[in-house]
Antibody
Framework: EVQLVESGGGLVQPGGSLRLSCAAS????????MTWVRQAPGKGLEWVAN????????NYADSVRGRFTISRDNAKNSLYLEMSSLTGDDTAVYYC?????????WGQGTLVTVSS | QSALTQPRSVSGSPGQSVTISCTGTSSDVGGYKYVSWYQQHPGKVPKLMIYDVSERPSGVPDRFSGSKSGNTASLTISGLQAEDEADYYC?????????FGTGTKVTVL
């Protein structure tokens, strides 16, 4: 069974940084693209970034490019999202997902709140 | 990277069919066969209902079907049931990035 468990969310001040992690199990992690999706409170879904199986290709939404960095460690079956220069607009639940031309399996999400 | 356009809400009585449209451009929906649909109940994690325009993952009822014509994709729910009341989002590959739709609330009357 595919399991994705996000962690690292919390309260951070505007302008601050945070690193999210996603622990994967139940599938061959190194064989899949992985994705981050976020959802602001009461709002719709927003694709954030994705990363190729070996980490050699990464793509970002315009709203986070230059501030967020996606990475992975296939030896640890883990996906990461480094977030910096955070603003209130980044407040959201962040989901990691196993991808196959779109998110297929989703984690439960971790809440990031940007507030002073 | 503009969101795909969906109707804000659709509704139907139990047993009826409803169709949700998802309008994009030739750079996303119209240009690729990679359109997905997600169902999200309040407070829950999104669930994949359709991928690659019209493919259903195992476990998804065949009441759910997807199609595409030009720059518009559609999700049809046939034989509407009470548990189908939820938010639905389309999603498309757009070259070097992806984009979600604006979301549609389906209400079962």
């Amino acid at each position: 069974e595919v399991q994705l468990v996000e962690s690292g969310g919390g309260l951070v001040q505007p302008g601050g940084s945070l690193r999210l992690s996603c622990a994967a199990s139940g599938f061959s992690f190194s064989n899949y693209w992985m994705t981050w999706v976020r959802q602001a409170p009461g709002k719709g879904l927003e694709w954030v970034a994705n990363i190729k199986e070996d980490g050699s290709d990464k793509n970002y939404a315009d709203s986070v490019r230059g501030r967020f960095t996606i990475s992975r460690d296939n030896a640890k079956n883990s996906l990461y999202l480094e977030m910096s220069s955070l603003t209130g607009d980044d407040t959201a639940v962040y989901y990691c997902a196993r991808e196959s031309w779109g998110p297929h399996d989703w984690g439960q999400g971790t809440l990031v709140t940007v507030s002073s | 990277q503009s969101a795909l356009t969906q109707p804000r809400s659709v509704s139907g009585s139990p047993g009826q069919s409803v169709t949700i449209s998802c309008t994009g451009t030739s750079s996303d929906v119209g240009g690729y066969k990679y359109v997905s649909w997600y169902q999200q109940h309040p407070g829950k994690v999104p669930k994949l209902m359709i991928y690659d325009v019209s493919e259903r993952p195992s476990g998804v009822p065949d009441r759910f079907s997807g199609s595409k014509s030009g720059n518009t994709a559609s999700l049809t729910i046939s034989g509407l049931q009470a548990e189908d009341e939820a938010d639905y989002y389309c999603f498309s590959y757009a070259g070097s990035f992806y984009v979600f739709g604006t979301g549609t609330k389906v209400t079962v009357l």
